[in-house]
């Protein structure tokens, strides 16, 4: 099932709270580039890889949720038990 025409609507304090998360990421990433072109120790870029990565699990952490009381309850109440394909399957993508 194809979802490339499916939105989200979220509003203004959702998607302010979930931006300044990226924001965050964004200057993280930005901030381990700006290290492995200043030739930092390797073990400092690893930490902070790392950092970046508990972020952006935490984002998805957060996507998930909002999705699954959303979106999936949504479209459940509606009668779409196709749906719940796709939290399996979202489900397995997210834990590998």
């Given at each position: 099932?194809s979802?490339?025409?499916?939105?989200t609507?979220?509003?203004?304090?959702?998607?302010?709270?979930?931006l300044?998360?990226?924001?965050?990421?964004?200057?993280?990433?930005?901030g381990?580039?700006?290290?492995?072109?200043?030739?930092?120790y390797?073990n400092?870029?690893?930490?902070?890889?790392?950092?970046a990565?508990?972020?952006?699990?935490?984002?998805?952490?957060?996507?998930f949720?909002?999705?699954?009381?959303?979106?999936i309850?949504?479209d459940?109440?509606?009668?779409?038990?196709?749906?719940?394909?796709?939290?399996?399957?979202l489900?397995?993508?997210?834990?590998?």
């Amino acid at each position: 099932m194809s979802n490339c025409c499916k939105k989200t609507e979220r509003n203004d304090e959702e998607k302010k709270q979930l931006l300044s998360r990226i924001n965050r990421i964004s200057g993280q990433v930005n901030g381990i580039k700006k290290m492995i072109e200043e030739d930092d120790y390797c073990n400092d870029i690893l930490i902070q890889i790392v950092a970046a990565e508990k972020s952006l699990k935490s984002l998805a952490n957060i996507m998930f949720e909002n999705h699954i009381y959303r979106c999936i309850s949504n479209d459940i109440e509606k009668g779409n038990v196709e749906v719940i394909d796709e939290l399996i399957s979202l489900f397995k993508r997210f834990n590998d």
